[in-house]
T-cell receptor, first 113, second 116 residues
Framework: SQKIEQNSEALNIQEGKTATLTCNYT??????LQWYRQDPGRGPVFLLL?????KEKRKERLKVTFDTTLKQSLFHITASQPADSATYLC????????????FGGGTRVLVKP | DTGVSQNPRHKITKRGQNVTFRCDPI?????LYWYRQTLGQGPEFLTY????????KSRLLSDRFSAERPKGSFSTLEIQRTEQGDSAMYLC??????????????FGPGTRLTVL
């Protein structure tokens, strides 16, 4: 069966350091992968999208890598700030499947000042 | 506010009652998705519409669940004969095509359902 796994343990990190989150998937050939941020009691907010033929994407302090051989994506927050504290969700999509998203369980990040 | 809106934000109901939620997507978005999220989990896909056509329903969507998007704008999700296991956050998202692809989805704030 298809599985998307994110580290369920919270990631505690010191302000200014780089947070690295992992998303692993099995039995899946996604057209693209997305990362979302979710704050408590709110809906997810889109951050970055990376396609199957792309290796790396950057947006400001965020960087995503995508390795379709390892079936893994890494999400990096550089120079982390307390305001980055949230849950980060990885989601895969198949264009042939209406672009519906299949989400991982999310990883909670806590940036301490 | 031109984002996705959902009403009500919170709903508490007794087991066996029917509930209906509404989602108003971003106006020019022709795709609308419903997801369900329980505590500590990621959202799970329920169903989606392109304009007024319901194109896919998850097996999670039992026959007690029905969704509509009658005019291709707002959508409603109805749960009949609610059960305690239906307690969750119900999220709506919308998207529009860029070229021939639909990419990022814009989520609403969700409706939190509690079934007593």
């Amino acid at each position: 069966s298809q599985k998307i796994e994110q580290n369920s343990e919270a990631l505690n990190i010191q302000e200014g350091k780089t947070a690295t989150l992992t998303c692993n998937y099995t039995n899946y050939s996604p057209a693209y992968l997305q990362w979302y941020r979710q704050d408590p009691g709110r809906g997810p907010v889109f951050l970055l999208l990376i396609r199957e033929n792309e290796k790396e994407k950057r947006k400001e302090r965020l960087k995503v890598t995508f390795d379709t051989t390892l079936k893994q994506s890494l999400f990096h927050i550089t120079a982390s700030q307390p305001a980055d504290s949230a849950t980060y969700l990885c989601a895969l999509a198949l264009q042939a499947a209406g672009n519906k998203l299949t989400f991982g369980g999310g990883t909670r990040v806590l940036v301490k000042p | 506010d031109t984002g996705v809106s959902q009403n009500p934000r919170h709903k508490i109901t007794k087991r066996g009652q029917n509930v209906t939620f509404r989602c108003d997507p971003i106006s020019e978005h022709n795709r609308l998705y419903w997801y369900r999220q329980t505590l500590g989990q990621g959202p799970e896909f329920l169903t989606y519409f392109q304009n007024e056509a319901q194109l896919e329903k998850s097996r999670l969507l039992s026959d007690r669940f029905s969704a509509e998007r009658p005019k291709g704008s707002f959508s409603t999700l109805e749960i009949q004969r609610t059960e305690q296991g239906d307690s969750a956050m119900y999220l709506c998202a919308s998207s529009s095509p860029r070229g021939n692809s639909y990419n990022e989805q814009f989520f609403g704030p969700g409706t939190r359902l509690t079934v007593l």
